[in-house]
């Protein structure tokens, strides 16, 4: 699998993208190639304003104050790098070869680290009392490790492909229910991965 080509990106980026490929693929002239990239500027700045607007009234409703336009930033560059850590880590571990338990564990605590502040920023709502799971047991071993590297790649996918599809400004209560049970999976098991790589490491030592 081609994990790099795994990343989700906004509308506005792939629209800057297709400007770029065809100022490249024809000869332009100045003017239509500063045409096409004030399209493009004008198509990022929209999508960020209406998303900022989104997120202004969830902090709105919630109680919460906060810059959108600095959160709206901080999900962006933690939803990208998110699944470029996740992709090189299942790439770096998908192999047959000994896992890298450092690369594992260090790995794991980015992951954990983005997908807690990015729950934080889409201001998710808290799982209710009957939807609080206990803790699952510890990885104690390689091959249950790689069965939960596998599942964290599955989910982180999942996450990011919902979060793509329908976009801050276009989520709905379903839609911010799963984003949230998905982000505290991600939460648990990168946890869970970072304790059972390092122990591992202590004990190979």
């Known amino acids: 699998m081609n994990y790099p080509s795994r990343l989700f990106v906004g509308a506005a980026a792939l629209l800057i993208a297709a400007c770029v490929q065809g100022a490249q693929g024809q000869q332009m002239s100045a003017a239509e190639r500063a045409a096409r990239e004030r399209m493009a500027n004008d198509a990022a700045e929209t999508e960020e304003r209406e998303m900022a607007l989104a997120l202004l009234e969830r902090y709105h409703r919630s109680g919460e104050r906060r810059d959108p336009h600095l959160a709206f930033a901080q999900i962006r560059e933690d939803f990208l790098r998110l ?30 680290k983005l997908a807690e502040r990015l729950k934080l920023n889409l201001v998710l709502p808290e799982a209710a009392e009957d939807e609080k799971r206990p803790s699952p047991p510890a990885l104690t071993d390689v091959a249950q490790l790689r069965t939960a590297l596998s599942r964290l790649d599955g989910i982180v996918l999942r996450f990011a492909n919902s979060l793509h599809a329908k976009g801050v400004r276009r989520l709905d209560a379903d839609s911010y229910g799963r984003l949230r049970l998905d982000l505290e999976a991600i939460v648990s098991l990168s946890g869970r991965l970072k304790k059972g790589s390092e122990k591992l490491g202590e004990a190979n030592r």
């Open 83 to 112: 699944q470029v850590v996740n992709n090189d880590l299942a790439r770096a571990t998908s192999g047959g070869g000994d896992l890298d338990l450092k690369l594992v564990a260090k790995s794991a605590a980015e992951i954990r």
